[in-house]
């Protein structure tokens, strides 16, 4: 499988180093050419997507991330959070947006949060809507090292060239017609796990029709990662809206 590598100053401040997954995604696509690639076929049971890209422009990113923000169901999430000491990174956040049949328009806005004190562990509130829905998960990421004995529920990835371990928590939404209502909590299928398995696995698909059509070319191969990455997102966020 192709890889996407990124070297990373040594200088950043603790914390960074649990939210390198997003940093690996967000650096293998490009402002300028997205569009040459159509998305690359997902696993055979996986939603069909169309369109499937990122969000990049700096005013409609900041809109999503701060929407995201406030949203009373990451709210919701982050005080029941098993863990204290989050530092929001928002500068980090990731934004795709796509299309499925007899779904229509989809998005996931992913909000990256590192842990004081432990720079191999980062937070992920993942707000996926469409469907007339919305819903947020909570999940956690251990990465270059095992979990403790006391840090059970994890499972591990495999994430760009390294080996992550992942632990979805609750999800929760808004009852239909209910804006003003309070989150309620659901058994939904885990949508970061389907991110830590679609998204690299779209990333290496898109790359490898890019090599197809434009051989030796990095560049090329870094669009189509992002294009393949961004429709592995978007599938993820239809089976969990539709909780499959």
């Not at 989809?106 to 819903?135: C, Y």
């Not at 090599?211 to 560049?219: A, D, I, R």
Request: proline fraction near 7%; charge should be neutral.
């Amino acid at each position: 499988m192709r890889r996407v590598h990124l070297e990373v100053s040594r200088g950043l401040v603790a914390g960074v180093a649990a939210v390198l997954p997003l940093l690996l995604l967000t650096s293998a696509c490009s402002n300028k050419g997205e569009r040459r690639i159509a998305a690359p076929d997902l696993p055979s049971d996986a939603p069909q997507v169309s369109g499937a890209r990122w969000v990049w422009e700096p005013a409609a990113l900041a809109g999503a991330v701060q929407a995201a923000g406030r949203n009373p169901l990451v709210q919701r999430a982050l005080s029941q959070a098993p863990i204290a000491g989050l530092k929001p990174r928002f500068d980090l956040a990731v934004r795709a947006v796509g299309e499925v049949e007899d779904m229509g328009p989809l998005g996931l806005t992913i909000l990256p949060f590192a842990v004081n004190g432990d720079p191999t562990r980062a937070v992920f509130v993942s707000v996926a809507e469409g469907n007339d829905q919305q819903a947020a998960e909570f999940a956690e990421m251990i990465m270059g090292r095992e979990p403790n004995a006391d840090e059970i529920g994890y499972h591990s990835v495999v994430w760009g060239n390294q080996i992550a371990w992942v632990r979805s928590g609750d999800a929760w939404v808004l009852p239909a017609g209910g804006a003003h209502q309070a989150p309620v909590r659901r058994q939904w299928t885990k949508l970061f796990d389907c991110i830590a398995q679609r998204m690299p696995t779209g990333c290496a698909a898109g790359a490898t029709i890019a090599e197809e059509l434009v051989p030796g070319s990095p560049h090329a191969a870094a669009i189509g990662c992002g294009i393949g990455a961004a429709a592995g997102g978007v599938s993820c966020v239809a089976d969990f809206l539709r909780d499959k």
